[in-house]
């Protein structure tokens, strides 16, 4: 399965190990309602975000949810609603318009160039024209794959501040970033507007234990907790994922790897005569296919499960371990030789 940007090797087993004794020690205590300030995960979450990024950050501007859905959900619980608008810039995550309905507010669609990219003056003059209470930009996007440069994040963020819209930047795949990419967390100092969200999803192969989480500025975090429901992290979901993040080293060193199999692909659909677009991210969009579903319908054939895109001619693939990058390789190659 390459077709929702899950890591796909099996969580190790010292990680495995580690989340089953801190469950373990949470279920001593499961007769008391969980910390409802979730400290000691928002604690470890800062750190790993200051190591991660070079930001410098607080438990304070920490805040988490079950999946960074429910994360999103809050923000526009918080800074959206009813009578208000929310904006992003398709192709993107399909999910965005699903949360503005939601929370019954209006959801306004951008436009990015024909190659995808977003350019810093357009986004700003879209912001300006449009006047959203909140706008989301996909860093690095899915599904194309591609980081924003801070330069189209600074001029968002000046561009809403002329109508107190809040930014928010979806980390979700910051993890995979290239080298030399700056996260969005570095210039969160001095822009109380600004709302960086990431989840635990795909870099920490966590997705079924969901935890998404976002920092910014403390203000934000207290607007935040006027909308959650009491008790809503578990402490079977603090405990796993204060395990996960007590092992991020192990953990990243399966990114690394999932990084050079997406160098790969991008680099061996090109030689095909395809036309991948470069990836910040886990997984790669490819363009160039004369019959995107027969050759989606190919790979299934061969037992490999990729994602059909809303785009004509393009699919999208995650990068899997190197054998499962291999399959898929080979099972494409085999489609356009017909
Ligand atoms: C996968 C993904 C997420 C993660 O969602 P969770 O609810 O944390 O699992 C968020 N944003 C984007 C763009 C994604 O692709």
């Given at each position: 399965?390459?077709?929702?940007?899950?890591?796909?090797?099996?969580?190790?087993?010292?990680?495995?190990?580690?989340?089953?004794?801190?469950?373990?020690?949470?279920?001593?205590?499961?007769?008391?309602?969980?910390?409802?300030?979730?400290?000691?995960?928002?604690?470890?979450?800062?750190?790993?975000?200051?190591?991660?990024?070079?930001?410098?950050?607080?438990?304070?501007?920490?805040?988490?949810?079950?999946?960074?859905?429910?994360?999103?959900?809050?923000?526009?619980?918080?800074?959206?609603?009813?009578?208000?608008?929310?904006?992003?810039?398709?192709?993107?995550?399909?999910?965005?318009?699903?949360?503005?309905?939601?929370?019954?507010?209006?959801?306004?669609?951008?436009?990015?160039?024909?190659?995808?990219?977003?350019?810093?003056?357009?986004?700003?003059?879209?912001?300006?024209?449009?006047?959203?209470?909140?706008?989301?930009?996909?860093?690095?996007?899915?599904?194309?794959?591609?980081?924003?440069?801070?330069?189209?994040?600074?001029?968002?963020?000046?561009?809403?501040?002329?109508?107190?819209?809040?930014?928010?930047?979806?980390?979700?795949?910051?993890?995979?970033?290239?080298?030399?990419?700056?996260?969005?967390?570095?210039?969160?100092?001095?822009?109380?507007?600004?709302?960086?969200?990431?989840?635990?999803?795909?870099?920490?192969?966590?997705?079924?234990?969901?935890?998404?989480?976002?920092?910014?500025?403390?203000?934000?975090?207290?607007?935040?907790?006027?909308?959650?429901?009491?008790?809503?992290?578990?402490?079977?979901?603090?405990?796993?994922?204060?395990?996960?993040?007590?092992?991020?080293?192990t953990l990243m060193a399966n990114v690394q790897r999932i990084k050079v199999q997406r160098d790969r692909l991008?680099?061996?659909?090109?030689?095909?005569?395809?036309?991948?677009?470069?990836?910040?991210?886990?997984?790669?969009?490819?363009?160039?296919?004369?019959?995107?579903?027969?050759?989606?319908?190919?790979?299934?054939?061969?037992?490999?499960?990729?994602?059909?895109?809303?785009?004509?001619?393009?699919l999208r693939v995650t990068a899997g371990t190197e054998p499962e990058t291999t399959d898929f390789l080979n099972?494409?190659?085999?489609?356009?030789?017909?």
């Amino acid at each position: 399965m390459l077709n929702v940007n899950e890591t796909t090797y099996d969580v190790p087993a010292d990680v495995v190990d580690a989340i089953a004794k801190e469950v373990r020690s949470a279920a001593e205590t499961l007769n008391r309602y969980p910390d409802r300030e979730f400290s000691g995960l928002r604690h470890k979450l800062a750190a790993y975000l200051t190591r991660e990024s070079g930001a410098d950050l607080d438990a304070r501007q920490i805040w988490a949810g079950n999946g960074s859905n429910e994360v999103m959900q809050h923000i526009l619980q918080a800074f959206a609603g009813p009578g208000r608008s929310v904006m992003s810039f398709p192709p993107t995550y399909s999910m965005y318009p699903l949360y503005a309905r939601g929370v019954y507010s209006d959801y306004i669609a951008g436009t990015r160039s024909k190659d995808f990219t977003q350019d810093p003056g357009d986004v700003a003059a879209q912001i300006r024209e449009h006047r959203p209470h909140v706008v989301i930009l996909c860093s690095p996007n899915n599904p194309t794959g591609t980081s924003l440069g801070l330069d189209v994040v600074e001029a968002a963020y000046e561009a809403a501040l002329e109508s107190d819209t809040m930014v928010v930047v979806d980390e979700a795949y910051g993890e995979f970033r290239q080298p030399g990419t700056r996260s969005a967390l570095t210039m969160l100092a001095g822009r109380p507007r600004l709302i960086v969200t990431r989840t635990m999803s795909k870099a920490f192969a966590l997705a079924g234990g969901r935890l998404g989480y976002l920092a910014a500025a403390p203000a934000v975090t207290d607007a935040l907790r006027l909308v959650r429901l009491p008790y809503h992290l578990s402490a079977i979901t603090q405990a796993a994922a204060t395990a996960a993040l007590d092992h991020a080293e192990t953990l990243m060193a399966n990114v690394q790897r999932i990084k050079v199999q997406r160098d790969r692909l991008v680099a061996e659909l090109a030689a095909m005569g395809l036309s991948p677009y470069p990836s910040d991210a886990n997984f790669v969009l490819f363009g160039g296919l004369q019959d995107a579903h027969a050759a989606w319908q190919h790979l299934l054939d061969d037992g490999i499960l990729i994602r059909e895109v809303a785009i004509e001619g393009h699919l999208r693939v995650t990068a899997g371990t190197e054998p499962e990058t291999t399959d898929f390789l080979n099972s494409l190659r085999s489609y356009l030789n017909g």
